[in-house]
């Protein structure tokens, strides 16, 4: 494909051919538009459009620019907060509603992938580990509370032993081993579900800006430097690409970098001696490292965090040098890519889904779990549109508030709040 309007990441490197789609010249209407054409957006377009209804997307730069085609490529369930906070937030009823729902999400991956033959690397297997004593006693609570309270029966608890004979590392003591959850080429994902979509009837415009939306006769009307899209429901779903778009979601989430490399092929018989069963893992350190194997046979390495919203220098060199803390048998091998983007956080680290009026929704906040969070939210969005509702209410009834000290004081103050636990991980 052409990647000249993609950032030089293994997966642009990597991606199948994908068309490029013109931007929207003029007016048009339809029965509901969808700003931003990553996961979110185009799952809302693919369930929309599947059900007869007449969808538009607009998208700034290219379909998976931003993290949808960035991330690290694991397919988990759940929330980052975790089902114990959850419970504290909305209640165990709610709490295990969306627990069902994301386990669900889990299963409309796959059945996106075999129904609309996704070619996206899917692999099943997903390795949580501890690198400290205190992170096996919360491995343990986590199993209790998945396995023995929600009826998860996916997971299990391996030892040192299991985990060193699976990984060729001495930093990890234990694991849980998910063999629901996985990890696929999100980039290529993507596109397929954009594909999908169009093959449903949606449209898909691409360089196209909404710059600024607002209801009037029925409508909700959204400018462009091309053009306007009139629309009779409008579906958010740029996170933090919106901007001043939304302004009334500016302050419940945070643009945080985060930073992946690639190796060179490395072969098969030495990558599977790295991760033998091929499954995505990462560790349980509030920064944490993660890493899966590449279907051609290359280790990709994240989780470098920068908290300030800068772009460190020598951030290629310094993911590498944690990789090499994990696996130093790797020094000889050169990094052939290395990348970087936002991913969306709100303050209690659960997605933000909503409205900001009757037939204006929003999905943001995804918090790093966004492969499965987004198919959920467009398959809600598109359920609520259609007239049931009740599923995308429970999770707008998670309670959400700005990160503190404003506009300007916030990233300061979250930086602040992160170097306790960054000090915490030493420990």
């Given at each position: ?331 000889d091998t050169r990094v052939t890519h290395a990348w970087g983007g936002y991913l969306d956080i709100t303050l209690n680290r659960a997605p933000h889904f909503g409205r900001l009026a009757p037939n204006v929704y929003f999905a943001q906040g995804f918090s790093g779990h966004g492969i499965v969070l987004t198919g959920v939210a467009g398959k809600l969005i598109a359920e609520s549109i259609a007239g049931t509702a009740e599923r995308f209410d429970v999770f707008a009834r998670i309670p959400h508030r700005s990160f503190p000290g404003g506009m300007a004081l916030r990233r300061p103050a979250l930086v602040l709040a992160m170097l306790y636990y960054r000090l915490r991980d030493l420990l």
């Open positions: 494909m052409d990647t000249a309007t993609y950032i030089d990441s293994y997966y642009a490197a990597s991606a199948h051919p994908a068309p490029a789609r013109p931007p929207l010249a003029g007016t048009i209407e339809c029965d509901v538009g969808v700003i931003g054409g990553g996961m979110a957006g185009c799952s809302a377009a693919l369930h929309l459009a599947e059900r007869g209804y007449r969808v538009a997307v607009l998208e700034e730069h290219r379909v998976g620019w931003g993290a949808s085609g960035r991330n690290g490529g694991q397919v988990l369930p759940g929330l980052a907060c975790g089902q114990d906070k959850l419970e504290r937030l909305v209640g165990e009823g709610d709490a295990r509603a969306i627990w069902e729902m994301t386990v669900g999400g889990m299963e409309l991956v796959r059945s996106l992938i075999a129904r609309h033959q996704i070619d996206c690397d899917w692999t099943p297997g997903h390795m949580l580990t501890a690198v400290r004593p205190r992170h096996v006693r919360e491995l343990r609570e986590e199993l209790e509370t998945l396995q023995g309270r929600y009826g998860y029966g996916a997971l299990r608890l391996m030892d040192r032993d299991e985990v060193r004979r699976t990984l060729d590392t001495e930093r990890y003591i234990a694991a849980l081993y998910d063999g629901n959850s996985g990890h696929l080429h999100p980039l290529n994902y993507t596109l397929a579900l954009a594909a999908a979509a169009e093959r449903a009837g949606a449209h898909i415009f691409e360089h196209t800006r909404a710059l600024g939306h607002a209801s009037r006769d029925g409508f909700v009307s959204v400018p462009t430097a091309g053009g306007e899209l009139r629309c009779r429901h409008l579906v958010l779903c740029g996170n933090v690409y919106l901007g001043g778009l939304a302004p009334a979601l500016r302050s419940r989430i945070m643009a945080v970098g985060t930073y992946i490399v690639a190796t060179e092929p490395l072969g098969a018989e030495r990558v599977n001696a790295l991760v033998r069963n091929r499954a995505a893992v990462a560790d349980m350190n509030w920064i944490l490292d993660y890493f899966r194997p590449t279907a051609d046979s290359r280790l990709l390495f994240g989780g470098r965090v920068s908290y300030s919203g800068l772009d460190p220098l020598g951030t290629a060199s310094a993911t590498r040098a944690r990789m090499l803390k994990v696996f130093p048998q790797l020094a």
